[in-house]
């Protein structure tokens, strides 16, 4: 299939305009929606074949069920929202490789190891108190930012985790651990 690009400016009900961003091509597909903040997600412009979404930088309060029709999905932006919990969506979404949700209200975090596509997963500044142990169960993860958070004790499991890149600032982690943290990631680093 040849790549085409298409914008559609799409009016709701309360004659307010946002766009719908789609771009085709062999491998992809990706939805993006902007002005002004949605509250929810119009089911109608999602498909199950979408491979990313961006809906960063609207006014969404919960996770988006819609989305769990996207099977295909592997890049899911919900950032700048104030989503105050994620359900345990990691068998809805087998193939997300990149996940973040930065810059919302999440307090607890679910099961994690279902997402086993992982590579990405961003939760700064969010109001997180703990990680569960099931991070560790996470083998594809490459990066993780937690900064900015309310963490005081990292899961003994992180230290098997083989990460390229770790965010752990601005938590409430004991500066001891987060130095033994930051050690394992530099001596990996050093090691490839």
Known sequence: MAETNQSVEIVNEEKSIFKKFLRFDDDW??????CPPLTSVPLKYLTPKLK????SNNEL???PEEL??????????LSFNKITNLPDIGEKFP????????YNNLVVLPD???????????????KIESVPESIGELKQLKQVYLDNNVINEMPKSFQSLTLNVSRLEGNKLHQKASRVLSGLISKRLLLK
Do not use: A
């Open 68 to 77: 769990y029709q996207c099977k295909e999905l592997m890049h899911l932006y």
């Open 95 to 102: 193939n997300l490789v990149t996940l973040d949700l930065s």
């Open 61 to 63: 309060t919960e996770f």
């Open 112 to 126: 994690l190891s279902k997402f086993k596509s992982l590579e990405v997963l961003i939760l700064s500044s969010n």
């Open 52 to 55: 990313e979404i961006n809906l």
């Open 29 to 34: 597909v990706d939805l993006s929606f902007t």
